[in-house]
């Protein structure tokens, strides 16, 4: 199909026919043999494709993308490739403002999106060719983010400014997000973001169980009864705050059968119960509607009518709160209220029940949300639930459990009974010796 020749000079040249019939040659000027036969099993593919009028494959678009200029040109002069654009070269800057433009998400999704771009922004530079940006350039970038400690408005997280681990794979998932979607609307043939590993968003380190105790403290720090149903609502129902609490209304409390219905704003796109949920009203938390509800002003409708969008800045006062509570301010202030509400739940409920309840799956929940407490660790090493444990390990044991069910009331139907409803034989004996023959085949 093609062929390779060498002249007296050591200058290597490819040899082949077009469609046409015509004898067409790519000089390839001195290099390693070794060199020229690579490119030669190229040149083929791509005469193999046009005859057989096939998309040339991934890999070999990604080479003919990355090649200089000037040896780019000989291919176009060869009839193999297609001129590259010189004017009205679509950029990153272009690319990105489509995205976003195009994006049908939330604010804060939204506001969540332009960090990643703009980080993309800050590495490439707006104005950078699209077919400009090489796989290599993407790990370069990958490598510029997990070091950066500069150009941020806030101090991060962690101690040396970095961005976390998890932080960095989700603006890597949404680079990848972002190439795939050019590569799917024809700017690119292929994007250079394939192959570069995201990693994990799980980042254990920032979780936090608030138990009972920590968060009675910081209910008695509130300010006001509001504050009270927030943090009550996001510990003890596991609400998302604060975009479950906007729409919140009283009409939402089903006092009789201790339902509180839920409108998830931001799983609603996933449809069905992912729009709507109801979730159990705990003891606790209906003391504190119920206060809420008898204290609420006349003609109140929404249970804390103060969150809603910017009016207030929910984050800065629960953080003044707990530390008037004295107690230190936790990570993810409001998502781990949710969590430990889960956890917790999980340990008493199955976790089919639990995350229909607060509308997640249960591998969502086990990867984001229930936390591994040092409680059931100390409990197995102190042997705790085991009959021959000591009574102090027991009693640890049984004090992690819920409260013991109450007295009946209403003793058990006796034999009589039965007999006299016809639920049991009345000329039934009881049997004074129990059989130790064994069950045959049959």
């Not at 530390?323 to 949710?338: D, I, M, S, T, V």
């Not at 639990?354 to 591998?363: C, E």
Request: proline fraction near 5%.
């Amino acid at each position: 199909m093609a062929s390779l020749t060498t002249n007296d000079t050591g200058s290597r040249r490819i040899l082949f026919s077009d469609a046409d019939g015509y004898r067409q040659a790519i000089y390839l000027g001195r290099m390693p043999k070794k060199n020229a036969e690579q490119i030669l099993r190229r040149v083929e593919e791509i005469i193999a494709g046009r005859i057989a009028g096939t998309a040339p494959s991934p890999d070999l678009a990604a080479w003919v993308r990355d090649l200089p200029d000037q040896f780019h040109q000989k291919l176009v002069k060869a009839g193999l490739a297609e001129p590259r654009e010189t004017n009205n070269q679509i950029t990153l800057g272009g690319l990105l403002d489509e995205f976003l433009a195009r994006a049908t998400v939330k604010k804060s999704t939204h506001v969540n999106y332009k960090q990643s771009t703009d980080s993309l922004r800050a590495f490439f530079g707006n104005d950078t060719p699209l077919t400009a940006i090489t796989p290599k350039r993407c790990d370069e970038w990958r490598q510029f983010i997990a070091r950066d400690t500069e150009g941020t408005t806030k101090k991060r997280g962690t101690k040396d400014n970095r961005l976390s681990p998890a932080t960095q794979s989700k603006r890597i998932k949404m680079a990848k997000s972002v190439f795939s979607r050019a590569v799917r609307w024809g700017m690119i043939p292929v994007s250079p973001f394939d192959g570069v590993k995201a990693g994990s968003q799980v980042n254990p380190h920032r979780a936090f169980f608030v138990t009972r105790e920590a968060i009675e403290l910081v209910l008695e720090a509130c300010p006001d009864l509001e504050w009270r149903l927030v943090i009550g609502m996001a510990r003890y129902a596991g609400l998302r705050c604060p975009s479950e609490l906007v729409e919140m209304t009283w009409a939402d409390v089903d006092w009789d059968r201790g339902i509180l219905t839920v409108r998830a704003t931001k799983t609603e796109h996933h449809g069905g119960n992912h729009a709507v949920r109801h979730v159990p009203i705990c003891p606790r938390l209906r003391s504190l509607l119920d206060e809420g509800f008898h204290r609420a002003a006349d003609g109140q409708r929404r249970v804390a009518p103060r969150v809603q969008g910017d009016k207030i800045n929910l984050r800065t006062t629960f953080q003044r709160i707990i530390e008037r509570a004295g107690l230190k301010p936790w990570p993810r202030l409001f998502q781990n209220l949710r969590s430990s509400c889960e956890t917790e739940w999980c340990e008493q409920y199955p976790i089919a029940s639990v995350t229909r309840w607060l509308g997640n799956s249960p591998t969502v929940a086990l990867k984001h949300y229930i936390q591994a407490r040092d409680v059931h660790f100390e409990a197995v090493v102190a042997g705790a639930g085991r009959r021959d444990a000591p009574d102090d390990a027991r009693a640890t044991h049984l004090a992690t459990q819920q409260a013991a069910a109450p007295n009946r009331t209403v003793s058990p139907r006796s034999l009589e009974d039965h007999v006299a409803k016809g639920l049991a034989r009345g000329d039934a004996t009881t049997c004074e010796m129990v059989r130790e023959t064994k069950v045959g085949p049959v």
